[in-house]
């Protein structure tokens, strides 16, 4: 049997998405900037997808600017509105993704900001109190919080962090990667300067996604070349892609409710037989709360066994996808930034486990099953 529980990662693509893919390679392939019959249908096609993720946000269209992804337009909200602004101070959280992290890093190794970490709690939860303090005593900041963290699965307070920048006139950039398509966004209600998205965190393709910018801030673009996404984002229109894009958005929050129940369901009875059949078996952070984390991610703390080092590879050998931390830094040598960041001095192995709506409770307990055999 084979099981993937690696969806925090990347999530298989949906049939309906690849279908369209392939229809529309078929059929569409002029660029979008061509004057020609040819060129302004895939235009409409682009200008549709725009229009469908903004209603599903509660935006205009003209605030979605299409990119290859989460860390494009992560990198382009952090280096644009700070150099635009003239900001030379920035608040981020040490459990930030790498997307946010090293940007922020190289401005501040390069003397272009300071750039201050906000206290966390051992959940992963941000100080409102320290984000206050940092805000009063620096100049205007740029601050960038995750709306949920990729390997621990802890949701942030989007719209109380925001109103307090706003309070301070601070720029607000949240890192909506691993919640758009998994939770619903009204942008009337929230002050969010930039939030970044990417297709294939909810069953599209990658190499597309989008960011956010907020009517209430301009920037210039960070890729130069072409006038693309009025002139915002130079290179040709990935077209399959935005239309793949919008359309994965679409299903995915047009059946929103029932597949949260679905894999919060899966979560829950994955919870209870690890602590059924495991023993000593420990959960990172809040992960185990259905109501207030992410729904998709179950992060697992194991016992300390001989095996500890080869849990990964042991599962992997038996069909079982999953990771340790984020996969974005697979075959990297050191271990977790976040596990290492709320549980310093821990020694036990750490497995994310991730789901979607294409996973069963069959291939949970398969997993449970080859679990214990490599624990007993």
Request: aromatic share 8%.
């Given at each position: 049997?084979?099981?993937?529980?690696?969806?925090?990662?990347?999530?298989?693509?949906?049939?309906?998405?690849?279908?369209?893919?392939?229809?529309?390679?078929?059929?569409?392939?002029?660029?979008p900037?061509?004057?020609?019959?040819?060129?302004?249908?895939?235009?409409?096609?682009?200008?549709?997808?725009?229009?469908?993720?903004?209603?599903?946000?509660?935006?205009?269209?003209?605030?979605?600017?299409?990119?290859?992804?989460g860390?494009?337009?992560?990198?382009?909200?952090?280096?644009?509105?700070?150099?635009?602004?003239?900001?030379?101070?920035?608040?981020?959280?040490?459990?930030?993704?790498h997307?946010?992290?090293?940007?922020?890093?190289?401005?501040?190794?390069?003397?272009?900001?300071?750039?201050?970490?906000?206290?966390?709690?051992?959940?992963?939860?941000?100080?409102?109190?320290?984000?206050?303090?940092?805000?009063?005593?620096?100049?205007?900041?740029?601050?960038?919080?995750m709306?949920?963290?990729?390997?621990?699965?802890?949701?942030?307070?989007?719209?109380?962090?925001?109103?307090?920048?706003?309070?301070?006139?601070?720029?607000?950039?949240?890192?909506t990667?691993?919640?758009?398509?998994?939770?619903?966004?009204?942008?009337?209600?929230?002050?969010?300067?930039?939030?970044?998205?990417?297709?294939?965190?909810?069953?599209?393709?990658?190499?597309?996604?989008?960011?956010?910018v907020?009517?209430?801030?301009?920037?210039?673009?960070?890729?130069?070349?072409?006038?693309?996404?009025?002139?915002?984002?130079?290179?040709?229109?990935?077209?399959?892609?935005?239309?793949?894009?919008?359309?994965?958005?679409?299903?995915?929050?047009?059946?929103?409710?029932?597949?949260?129940?679905?894999?919060?369901?899966?979560?829950?009875?994955?919870?209870?037989?690890?602590?059924?059949?495991?023993?000593?078996?420990?959960?990172?952070?809040?992960?185990?709360?259905?109501?207030?984390?992410?729904?998709?991610?179950?992060?697992?703390?194991?016992?300390?066994?001989?095996?500890?080092?080869?849990l990964?590879?042991?599962?992997?050998?038996?069909?079982?996808?999953?990771?340790?931390?984020?996969?974005?830094?697979?075959?990297?040598?050191?271990?977790?930034?976040?596990?290492?960041?709320?549980?310093?001095?821990?020694?036990?192995?750490?497995?994310?486990?991730?789901?979607?709506?294409?996973?069963?409770?069959?291939?949970?307990?398969?997993?449970?099953?080859?679990?214990?055999?490599?624990?007993?």
């Amino acid at each position: 049997m084979k099981v993937y529980l690696d969806n925090a990662a990347t999530t298989p693509m949906a049939p309906e998405i690849i279908e369209l893919m392939s229809e529309m390679m078929k059929t569409t392939f002029a660029n979008p900037s061509s004057v020609h019959e040819f060129g302004r249908k895939s235009k409409i096609i682009v200008e549709t997808a725009r229009k469908t993720i903004a209603a599903l946000l509660n935006t205009a269209p003209k605030t979605i600017f299409f990119t290859s992804g989460g860390t494009e337009a992560d990198n382009m909200a952090i280096k644009c509105g700070i150099h635009d602004h003239n900001i030379t101070h920035a608040i981020t959280s040490k459990l930030s993704h790498h997307a946010v992290l090293y940007p922020l890093e190289d401005l501040a190794a390069e003397e272009k900001i300071k750039l201050s970490y906000i206290d966390t709690d051992e959940n992963g939860e941000v100080s409102l109190s320290h984000l206050k303090q940092l805000l009063e005593d620096n100049e205007r900041t740029f601050v960038s919080i995750m709306h949920a963290n990729n390997e621990i699965g802890t949701i942030q307070d989007l719209k109380q962090i925001g109103e307090i920048c706003k309070e301070y006139n601070a720029i607000f950039h949240s890192d909506t990667v691993q919640t758009m398509g998994h939770y619903t966004f009204d942008m009337q209600e929230l002050n969010v300067d930039f939030m970044a998205a990417s297709a294939h965190k909810f069953h599209g393709p990658k190499g597309i996604g989008f960011i956010y910018v907020s009517e209430d801030i301009q920037i210039k673009p960070l890729l130069r070349g072409g006038g693309q996404e009025r002139n915002m984002r130079a290179g040709t229109e990935n077209i399959y892609g935005i239309a793949a894009l919008a359309k994965a958005m679409e299903m995915a929050y047009s059946h929103l409710e029932e597949e949260t129940k679905y894999i919060n369901g899966l979560k829950s009875y994955m919870i209870d037989k690890l602590k059924a059949e495991i023993p000593e078996v420990e959960f990172y952070a809040n992960c185990t709360d259905l109501n207030n984390s992410l729904y998709t991610v179950l992060s697992v703390s194991f016992p300390v066994t001989k095996i500890a080092e080869m849990l990964l590879f042991n599962l992997d050998i038996l069909g079982i996808a999953c990771s340790g931390g984020s996969a974005c830094s697979s075959g990297s040598s050191t271990g977790s930034h976040v596990l290492s960041a709320i549980a310093p001095d821990s020694t036990r192995p750490g497995v994310r486990f991730s789901f979607s709506k294409y996973n069963t409770k069959e291939e949970i307990d398969y997993t449970i099953n080859q679990l214990k055999s490599l624990f007993n």
